[in-house]
């Protein structure tokens, strides 16, 4: 079955960084495009990073709240991908989720949490 397996959260001061890490298994990984999300209590979940299929070359897209801060990659090899985050501000502070943006239907992950405070 299809699974998105995400670790690598924690408690980090404003101004640091985390490395999250996501496993998919299930899916022909290199052929989808890759996106990690995020959830804060209360709030909507927002896409923060995408990465498309390595096919035709790799292209990143984020938003502004992260443009510049945080980084997106992946690896095919190893159904992987990740998301560095730096700079964190306590505004980034949520559950983040990898998926995979055009299979919505597939569960999501449990997801790994980041909190950020002094």
């Known amino acids: 079955q299809v699974q998105f397996v995400e670790s690598g959260g924690g408690l980090v001061q404003p101004g640091g960084s985390l490395r999250l890490s996501c496993t998919v298994s299930g899916i022909f990984f290199r052929a989808y495009n890759m996106a990690w999300y995020r959830q804060a209590p209360g709030k909507q979940r927002e896409l923060v990073a995408t990465i498309t299929a390595m096919s035709s070359g790799t292209t990143t897209h984020y938003p502004d709240s992260v443009k510049g801060r945080f980084t997106i990659s992946r690896d095919n090899a190893r159904n992987a991908v990740w998301l560095q985050m730096n700079t964190l501000q306590v505004e980034d502070a949520a559950v983040y989720y990898c998926?995979?943006?055009?299979?919505?239907?597939?569960?999501w992950g449990p997801g790994t949490q980041v909190a950020v405070s002094s």
């Open positions: 998926h995979a943006p055009s299979r919505d239907y597939d569960p």
